[in-house]
């Protein structure tokens, strides 16, 4: 019987888990991340979008941090990863539709001609959020079978939820910083939601920067510029952001071009079909046509 019971006390101080700290970290600024967009969600319900759009920007820097932090550390985990996706559910996909919604409808009171579309308002919000939700899931599924093709490499398929969230909230960034109303329309963040709710739903090609590699040469007019930013962050930050943001809207379509030229040129040239021996065409001999495309 004792022997039995010293066994039985060995298994269980050999089960014990000892988790480090630096285990935490990644998780911890992801859980930092997820709170800042639960604080721009009752800042936007308070109609104080200042505050609500630097919540949703600071989750978008921890959110570009919690992933380096955990490679660094080599405490990538599965509990890190769905975490993760559920922090930029909340704050890249609830917080912005719900920023957007609140910022709307502060300019549609109840005698206004716009106020019986108050239910439009609030389905193209929702719509924004689960195409953040349809955009976060594809994402999850992708890190196996994801598209491995060179010309892949520069970009994502289709808008980031961190992206998509800072177009949504651009046009009442630019609000905030030139303290026009003519910002401040409900067709303007109605159509916000609806480009970007289709642009991270879509398979549209849009540039990622995590590849980008700045060659030797230019590393110092590369970094001049990063302090010019930084400057006029701390100097002009609403009209920094507005014009990042805008900046970021024309990306696309100049970042679709890029990618079709890059996919021209590094597809391989299907070869010509062989000419048959008795000079016949394929059709009239009546084999299929290696060139043509269904």
């Not at 009171?109 to 389905?123: D, H, V």
């Not at 303290?179 to 991270?200: I, K, S, Y």
């Not at 700045?214 to 507005?242: C, D, I, K, N, Y």
């Amino acid at each position: 019987m004792g022997k039995f019971r010293f066994r039985k006390r060995k298994q269980k101080t050999s089960a014990r888990r000892e988790i480090p700290v630096r285990a935490m970290i990644p998780n911890l600024v992801t859980l930092l991340a997820a709170a800042s967009g639960i604080t721009s969600i009752r800042y936007s319900s308070q109609g104080n979008w200042h505050h609500a759009a630097v919540a949703i920007s600071i989750a978008a820097l921890l959110d570009g941090v919690d992933g380096r932090v955990a490679r660094l550390l080599k405490a990538t985990s599965r509990l890190g990863a769905e975490l993760d996706s559920l922090a930029d559910f909340v704050s890249f996909g609830v917080a912005p539709a719900l920023f957007v919604y609140f910022w709307i409808m502060q300019k549609v009171p109840p005698e206004s001609a716009a106020y019986p579309l108050r239910g439009l308002f609030w389905a193209l919000a929702l719509f924004y959020a689960m195409c953040a939700a349809f955009r976060l899931a594809r994402f999850n599924t992708m890190l196996d079978d994801g598209p491995t093709q060179p010309h892949w490499k520069h970009f994502f398929l289709g808008l980031p939820a961190p992206g998509g969230a800072g177009l949504v909230i651009t046009p009442a960034i630019w609000q905030l910083h030139t303290g026009l109303d003519h910002f401040q329309t409900p067709w303007l963040g109605c159509a916000a939601l609806l480009v970007c709710g289709v642009l991270m739903a879509s398979r549209i090609p849009t540039v990622s920067a995590k590849s980008v590699r700045v060659p030797a040469r230019r590393l110092v007019p590369f970094l001049l510029f990063v302090m010019f930013v930084l400057a006029m962050l701390v100097s002009q930050f609403w009209l920094t952001l507005g014009v990042i943001g805008v900046t970021y809207y024309l990306s696309i379509p100049l970042g679709c071009l890029v990618f079709l030229r890059l996919r021209k040129r590094q597809e391989p040239r299907t070869p010509p079909p062989p000419a048959p021996a008795d000079g016949l065409t394929p059709e009239r001999t009546g084999t299929p046509d290696c060139g043509s495309r269904r």
